[in-house]
């Protein structure tokens, strides 16, 4: 049975690969309507052929990192286009090995742009009551297990996710007035384009930290359209951590 029906829209970011990707897809199929956000439009294209029911997959060209200040204004736009959201999973980001002696500003500023200041602002506009359904609505952001459990040279990407992890705890105790939910989903490594071209992160003695090995994009996806569905209705303010229990 689908969870979804086509008039409830939800947008995904960084759906034009990994992560994104596949909850772009796993919402499509489960019968939704999916606006999918990213930079690359030829990927974007790409999704829409692999979809399920491609008649309902809406694509979005937009480099999230220009313009933070007005992404609520995007948001606005992007309602008075497709009607209200019913949810959004925030699925954009980039990862960053970078010792503390090694770190300048600018590659700090680059990477939280990116992984939390467009987040937030996103989650500004969409969690605006003139731009969802109100009760129902879901929002999903991807942080990561290094966000709770850091490694060496990952002062920033840590920073990054554990700052969204602890703005998105306090957004739900905000908006639960209007019964709107907000969750992160921490994952730790799972095979994406960002992790298969870094011979860094997979390496065989990483692996042995993780019972189950390396997760797939969907052990993600399903987590996140779960969190979207009504099935989670008493779940908010929450980070799950997916890391078949070995990052912690
Ligand atoms: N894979 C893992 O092991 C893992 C583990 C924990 C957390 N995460 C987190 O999960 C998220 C997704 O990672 P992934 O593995 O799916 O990576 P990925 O395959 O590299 O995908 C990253 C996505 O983000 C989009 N994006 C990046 N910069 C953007 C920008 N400025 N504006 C708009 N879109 C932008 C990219 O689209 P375009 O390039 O087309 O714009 C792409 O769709 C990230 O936040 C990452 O930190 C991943």
């Known amino acids: 049975m689908s ?17 994104g990707e596949a909850t772009a897809l796993e ?15 030829d990927k974007l294209k790409e999704l829409k052929s692999k979809c399920a029911n491609p008649d309902n997959l809406y694509i979005e060209v937009k480099d999230l990192s220009q313009d933070i200040d007005n992404l609520p204004d995007y948001i606005k736009t992007l309602k008075e286009k497709y009607g209200k959201f019913r949810g959004m999973a925030y699925c954009a ?20 742009n990116i992984n939390y200041f467009a987040p937030l602002f996103m989650a ?9 359904i109100g009760k129902g609505f879901s ?18 990407y840590s920073g990054s996710k554990g700052a969204l992890i602890m703005s998105i705890k306090a957004i ?22 960002m992790t298969v ?8 003695d990483n692996k042995e930290k993780y019972p189950f090995g390396w997760g797939e994009p969907h052990d993600v996806a399903n987590m996140i359209c779960y969190l979207l569905s009504d099935k989670a209705k008493y779940i908010s303010g929450q980070n799950y951590v997916i890391d078949s229990g070995g990052s912690l």
């Open 27 to 41: 919402l499509n199929k489960q019968g939704a309507s999916v606006v999918a956000i990213a930079r690359r439009e």
């Open 124 to 132: 500004k506009g969409i969690l605006d009551k003139r731009n969802n």
């Open 3 to 19: 969870e979804f029906i086509k008039e409830q829209f939800f947008i995904v970011t960084g759906a034009s690969s990994g992560l």
């Open 139 to 156: 929002l999903v952001c991807i942080a990561s297990s290094a966000g709770v459990s850091p490694s060496k040279g990952q002062c920033i």
């Open 93 to 112: 980001g980039a990862g960053s090995i970078i010792p503390i002696r090694a770190l300048t500003y600018q590659d700090t500023l680059k990477l939280f």
């Open 197 to 204: 071209n870094d011979e860094g992160i997979l390496k065989d």
């Open 172 to 193: 739900s105790k905000e908006v639960s007035s209007y019964g709107a939910r907000v969750n992160c989903v921490s994952p730790s490594i799972i095979k994406t384009p």
